[in-house]
């Protein structure tokens, strides 16, 4: 089955807002739904949220959920009856920060003429202001040019074009940086409410440098979530200082919206690309947004134009594509992520874009360690034995986010026992998570991901598989370890074999069991081995009756010589045991803590579960 590698975040809004919807987004390849909370209210959200949640469990697909901040944003007042102001070019346009009405141009009572006024959230832009800047409202749809200002209230400018527009627009000030503080009072009662609610990311609208997420970072850290925060791009100094952001941020978003009201029109698709190759460079997900399939919320198809746009985010290497209007206020929301899926797939299936990513490794790796070096090696070995897939047990999800970076053709499985770093996982390119159970020891853990796997369907027997994990599971190092496993890999056979395994969990194949190798020549040295916590399998050279005790409480039983004991004595003792006896050189080949799967069938040692 070939996996779609390019990951897919929905906007929710009121034509995704049912349960059925929201389940056909996540059948239509919905990996992450944003919530943005510029708009409506947490109970809104909240009920959102457990849609999403809900629709999660019932079809089996895991979900992130991730929301947006308002930001520091500037917004006009009021307008006067409910109406608008109409500009024309060339008017005389006066900026107030005294919270009064907005007006069109009129004239009072004494037959004068008075501009058009405005007034302004920031209260300190007057005396922030310099002549010659200018002034955008309502993404752009009116541009002024500053002529004057006073200082302290008040700021004259000229309309360069004409335009119409409504209460509480926003405002964006080119050539001046707003002393806003990132986090407004809302964002933090925002964050908080998110937090609350076990949101997967937070992506922080208008980042300007490293010490706004720094600031974001400090607020949350009393919380003591996990919570990943991403960086929304949307100004110049953002592009400007995109590599500082990139370093202290979990990812990006290129926020094409308000970024192409900010800059040029013309540099949004320099300004993509710079911002995606340095995300790649820093092996960060990265989300391209805004107007991707705009003409789908009111059309059913996409236009050429819009199709090109997204098949290009996906060649220059972004993690991610989102639909904003498309999913929340669109007429064909799930169209719309079933395009999206469609030109994803396509693309990747494409030469072209698997030379491009095989390509990506390329780029210098400025603090190289031993787990950038040994994830480098992996996706090297994985080419050379072209293996099926990369697996990665992994508890925080370091080790997938590492693999993602080098771009493997093969899928990068990531099992975990975590469901928050399931669910963070979705967000990067090539990563499957899955959960998995808590294990022990490392080798369990793999051995979990091998099942799990198989089940997935994500390889099959036979297959070669690039194992890339940390051992043991608690070390500090991401990945210190590389194995090569095949899926079923035989191991040993023997001449005898018997036994069936008739738990119901095992319906399926009685006859086989899967299990820890434990070494022993006799039942005190086997004894003091075992974990008696089930799944094990002893391994032992000659079988008399004083290992019955033994032989009560392991699961299979694997001999080099013939047994003393007879098949109907070992049904008596344990009646769910699988044996398999005559193995030569077993003590040797199957090594001490190893999962194997016994197979009394076929008579059959595997490497691993099945």
Known sequence: MFLRKTKIVCSLGPTAETLEVISELLRSGMNVARFNFSHGTHEYHLKNMHLVREASRLTGIPCALLMD???????????CDSGLVEITEGDIVLLTNDDGLCYSPKVNANGEKEPTRISLSWKALPKEIKKDCRILIADGLVELLVLDTDGEATITCEALNSGSFGSRKNV????????IPVLSEQDKIDIAFAIQHNVDFIAASFISDASDIVSILRYIEPFNSNVRVIAKI????????????????AGVMVARGDLGVQLATERIPLAQKKIIRECNIQGKPVITATQMLDSMIHNPRPTRAELTDVANAIFDGTDAVMLSGETANGAYPVEAVQTMAKIALTVE???????????SHFYDMEKTGIQEVLAKSAYQTAVEIEAQALLAPTLSGNTARLLSRFRPEQAIIAATPNEAVQRQLLLNWGVVPFLVGLAEDSEEMIQNAIRVGLEKKQFKMADKLVVVAGVPIISPIMVNTIRVLVVGNIIARGANAGGTNKLEENADFPHRVTGRVVHAETPEAALAMLRKKGGEILVTKNLDMSFVPILRIVNGLVVENPSDLTEEMLEMINPHIVWISQVPKAMAILEQGLTITLDSKEKLVYEGSL
């Open 69 to 79: 901040t308002k930001g520091p944003e500037i917004r006009t007042g009021i307008v």
């Open 172 to 179: 964006n000030v080119i050539g001046v940086r707003p002393q």
């Open 234 to 249: 949307e100004n110049e100094e953002g592009l400007d200082n995109i590599a500082e952001i990139v370093t202290v941020s």
């Open 349 to 359: 299936a494409s030469e072209e874009y698997r030379q491009k990513m095989r390509s």
